[in-house]
């Protein structure tokens, strides 16, 4: 059984930082495609970042400001978030794919294990 927590998540000013974390348990994250995503109330999930063995997928809105990067011996996934802005607020959500490739899109359809999400308040 896969289990995603996350971590990290909490109220910045514009401008500011967050450092979101995830960690796995139960059966190995490695080589699985791994994301994060975001939802905001009344809102669909849309992908922020995904990454496989190589370099990460963004959002167009997220790139240069945000960095995914995975740690397989630790079973660690984070995302490093910069220079956010009002419009990165919602729920984050670590997500784990059941394929070792990562789709070609930021799609959730192509997730099955998801956290509990953590939230991240941007204030201006």
């Known amino acids: 059984q896969v289990r995603l927590e996350e971590s990290g998540g909490g109220t910045v000013q514009v401008g500011g930082s967050l450092r979101l974390s995830c960690a796995a348990s139960g059966v190995t994250h490695s080589p699985y495609c791994m994301g994060w995503f975001r939802q905001e109330p009344g809102k669909e999930r849309i992908g922020v970042a995904i990454?496989?063995?190589?370099?990460?997928m963004y959002d167009d809105s997220v790139k240069g400001r945000f960095t995914i990067s995975r740690d397989n011996a630790k079973k660690e996934l984070t995302l490093q978030m910069n220079n956010l802005n009002v419009e990165d607020t919602g729920i984050y959500y670590c997500a784990r794919a059941s394929v070792f490739a990562c789709p070609d899109k930021l799609d959730p359809s192509a997730f099955m294990f998801w956290g509990q999400g953590t939230q991240v308040t941007v204030s201006s």
């Open positions: 990454i496989g063995a190589g370099m990460g």
